[in-house]
């Protein structure tokens, strides 16, 4: 199964750069992996990430995200980034709700060239 997730910082923040994005694409993967899951294409802004992923039946959208949306808030923050400890304040990396969208009526290399032209931070 193919889902396409959008996270929003809390309070809509432009607290991302390019380095924090680079620690992203380091993080989501290895959470995937502990849910049988596939990062297929990741890219964001300054205030949002795009994920594409496949992930088996089995595996609930809910718990996926939560833990994508927890271990990456916690590891990020214990990294301690200048732009999220001026932009956020609080425990809180990601606005509490977020986007997902089923990928299975439209072809996989148009949603993966949507994510890649993000604009993502110099």
């Not at 607290?15 to 959470?31: E, G, H, N, Y």
């Not at 964001?44 to 992923?53: A, D, F, S």
């Not at 609930?60 to 999220?84: A, E």
């Amino acid at each position: 199964m193919l889902v396409h997730l959008v996270f929003v910082t809390k309070y809509r923040r432009a607290a991302f750069t390019k380095q924090i994005l680079d620690a992203l694409r380091v993080i989501f993967p290895s959470v995937c992996n502990d849910f049988e899951a596939d990062l297929a294409e990741f890219d964001g802004e300054k205030y949002h990430v795009h994920l594409l992923i496949t992930y088996p039946p089995k595996v609930s959208i809910s718990r996926l995200v939560n833990s994508l949306k927890g271990v990456s808030s916690r590891l990020i923050r214990k990294k301690k980034y200048p732009s999220i400890r001026s932009m956020l304040w609080g425990d809180a990396l990601w606005a509490p709700s977020y986007f997902a969208a089923s990928c299975g009526g439209a072809p996989i290399s148009i949603i993966k060239q949507y994510i890649e032209q993000q604009n993502t931070p110099d």
